[in-house]
């Protein structure tokens, strides 16, 4: 799993081309226009850590927000990897909720371990040196 997270705010017209590119299977053509929608971040991702993330949530019994407006939900019938879809007015309400969690490291590990089959729980550093003479 390579993928990277982003997140996009979309106008409804925005949304309403994104779910035309979807309903076409325009992968292409949907990454162009959602790419001038992006919103920045100070860093990506990647797919393991959205996967993870998303199995803690659902094993905490939250499910993240994805509106039941016709425009959204006709957008994630074509496009399976949308993990949360909200408009802007809930933006803040859904982060003060999501900034209480807090995992510790030793959980997520846990989630790592299971997702990718793991069975090193630590890297371990070992040096030997070799020297003649």
């Known amino acids: 799993m390579s993928a990277i997270a982003h997140g996009y705010a979309l106008s409804a ?4 081309r994104a779910n035309f590119y979807a309903a076409d299977k325009d992968w292409e053509g949907m990454g162009e226009h959602l ?3 992006e919103i ?4 990506a991702w990647t ?9 803690w949530l659902s094993d905490q019994g939250i499910k993240l927000p994805r509106d039941l407006d016709p425009t959204f939900s006709s957008f994630w019938a074509n496009v399976s990897v949308v993990l949360l879809c909200t408009q802007a007015m809930n933006l803040e309400a859904l982060r003060k909720s999501l900034s209480a969690l807090n995992p510790s490291g030793s959980e997520l590990a846990g989630y790592w371990r299971k997702l990718t089959g ?3 729980q ?7 040196m070799a020297g003649g003479g």
């Open 47 to 55: 797919g393991y850590a959205i996967a993870i993330l998303s199995v």
């Open 118 to 120: 793991s069975t090193i």
């Open 40 to 43: 920045p971040e100070k860093f």
């Open 122 to 128: 630590r890297h371990q550093r070992s040096c030997s």
């Open 13 to 16: 017209s925005a949304l309403e």
């Open 35 to 37: 790419h001038d929608h």
